[in-house]
């Protein structure tokens, strides 16, 4: 296993488009995180997964994002009439702990532009 | 609310050099864990380096250590013998003791290793 795959990793649309990125993470990682990521700033949580079940939702994520992860594996995130504001770097990552001391793996990300 | 402040936007160093990046935060609990994150150009976040708030002790990576000073919540990272492949962003974060998945960053730094 080569780690957390996020595709695409850079995708431009025009707004008002549907966008979906998708994220592979570690095959024995049965925790998933999104975040997003804007220039010059640190991550800001978007939504957690254990297993199939979406757990915590940040108040960032409007009724214009959604996040599934089917079967517990990998995890979509769709952001649907994409604005200029969601132009950033969405960041998937997976661990084997909750919480604690424990480690998140991270993928490349995902860059979207919104023109 | 706990934050996670990096006071030093752009970080600077001459390569063999030891270069030291600040990271205070604020909180009211007693049970958390801190951790700094490496983003290298174009490339996925790795660990570097994790603390548990309950050990005294300096958490030490081989070249990369911290300085943990409880009461004043700060939590720098020392890395000696710079090479040009630590030139990256450097996150730090803050995680509660009793949370499974949120982790607040830092806005980052970035550090510059000059040849």
């Known amino acids: 296993d080569t780690g957390v795959s996020q595709n695409p990793r850079h995708k431009i649309t025009k707004r008002g488009q549907n966008v979906t990125f998708r994220c592979d993470p570690i095959s024995e990682h049965n925790r998933l995180y999104w975040y997003r990521q804007t220039l010059g700033q640190g991550p800001e949580f978007l939504t957690y997964?254990?297993?199939?079940?979406?757990?915590?939702k940040s108040r960032l994520l409007s009724d214009r994002f959604s996040a599934e992860r089917p079967k517990g594996s990998f995890s979509t995130l769709e952001i649907q009439r994409t604005e200029q504001g969601d132009s950033a770097m969405y960041l998937c990552?997976?661990?084997?702990?909750?919480?604690?001391?424990?480690?998140?793996?991270f993928g490349e990300g995902s860059r979207l532009t919104v023109l | 609310a706990q934050t996670v402040t990096q006071s030093q936007p752009e970080m600077s160093v001459q390569e063999a050099e030891t270069v030291t990046l600040s990271c205070t935060y604020d909180?009211?609990?007693?049970?958390?864990?801190l951790f700094w994150y490496k983003q290298p150009p174009s490339r996925q976040m790795i660990l570097v380096i994790r603390?548990?708030?309950?050990k005294q002790q300096n958490a030490t990576e081989n070249r990369f250590s911290v300085n943990f000073q409880k009461a004043a919540k700060s939590f720098s990272l020392k890395i000696s013998d710079s090479q040009l492949g630590d030139a990256a962003m450097y996150f730090c974060?803050?995680?509660?003791?009793?949370?499974?998945?949120?982790?607040?960053w830092g806005a980052g730094t970035k550090l510059i290793i000059k040849p």
């Open positions: 990552a997976s661990s084997l702990m909750a919480g604690g001391a424990g480690e998140l793996f």
């Open positions: 974060a803050y995680r509660s003791g009793d949370s499974n998945y949120q982790l607040i």
């Open positions: 603390q548990e708030a309950y």
């Open positions: 909180t009211s609990e007693s049970d958390y864990y």
């Open positions: 997964f254990q297993n199939e079940a979406q757990l915590e």
